[in-house]
């Protein structure tokens, strides 16, 4: 049998809506423990309803990602904060669904490197009973085909 590299198991945690501060208080008492317990490579929390129940602002974001969140998503209610659209401008593990209009502020997908593996992370919303948007499955294949022949390079 040829060498085979070694492929070292990895654990993804995906988290649903964080929402508002109870949602957070949930976060910061349970994923230490979770992430030690389940030897969890990379986190992956969707945090668009974490300010009060609807959008996302800097005192939330900061909260995830020092909980020990990898890449926070977001959907629709990203938008009910103005502020969002800055976090979205500079922070990069802070993600918008990619499907969306081009031109607004932030990216839909993100490349970072565990400890045992490198992952693309796309964020996608669906288009049911929503706004018209690009269609999510086409946005994922184009996504996927750029994954593909990039390098990851850190999110």
Request: hydrophobic share 40%; proline share 5%; charged share 25%.
């Amino acid at each position: 049998m040829p060498d085979e590299k070694e492929v070292s198991p990895a654990t993804l945690l995906m988290i649903g809506d964080v929402v508002g501060a109870s949602g957070l208080r949930a976060l910061f008492a349970q994923l230490p423990s979770l992430k030690k317990k389940y030897n969890v490579d990379l986190v992956v929390a969707n945090g668009e309803n974490s300010l009060k129940g609807y959008g996302i602002g800097k005192e939330e974001l900061d909260t995830m990602l020092a909980c020990g969140v990898d890449i926070i998503t977001t959907g629709n209610h990203v938008w009910e904060r103005k502020e969002a659209e800055d976090l979205l401008a500079s922070e990069e593990r802070l993600l918008r669904p990619a499907n969306y209009p081009p031109g607004l502020s932030g990216k839909g997908y993100a490349a970072v490197s565990g400890r045992v593996a490198e992952w693309v992370v796309l964020n996608l919303q669906g288009r049911e009973g929503l706004f018209a948007i690009d269609c999510p499955f086409r946005t994922a294949d184009e996504l996927v085909s750029k994954a593909r022949r990039e390098p990851c390079r850190g999110a």
